[in-house]
């Protein structure tokens, strides 16, 4: 897999913990932000960018290539990623 997938995600959110779970698992490298221990400009900056891929602020929010996954959904994860 080339396309490393990114995680918008808040550092309490089970399904973020699941989603995080599931592709280690799978032995998927994945870069994350916790949105949620950023702060000040940073928080606005990733908080609009997340509103703008995924329509609203809802987490996880999961990029894979110009995939949008908003949720923990493992078939969606596995179409996505080919597994």
Not at 38 to 49: Q, T, Y
Request: charged share 30%; aromatic share 8%; proline share 2%.
């Amino acid at each position: 897999m080339g396309i490393k997938p990114k995680l918008y995600t808040l550092s309490t959110c089970m399904h973020c913990r699941a989603a995080k779970r599931f592709l280690k698992a799978n032995g998927i490298e994945y870069d994350y932000v916790d949105v949620d221990k950023l702060g000040g400009k940073e928080k606005e900056e990733v908080s609009s960018e997340v509103i703008k891929i995924s329509g609203g602020l809802r987490f996880p929010t999961i990029v894979i290539g110009d995939k949008v996954i908003v949720g923990f959904y493992e078939n969606k994860l596995r179409e996505a990623l080919g597994l």
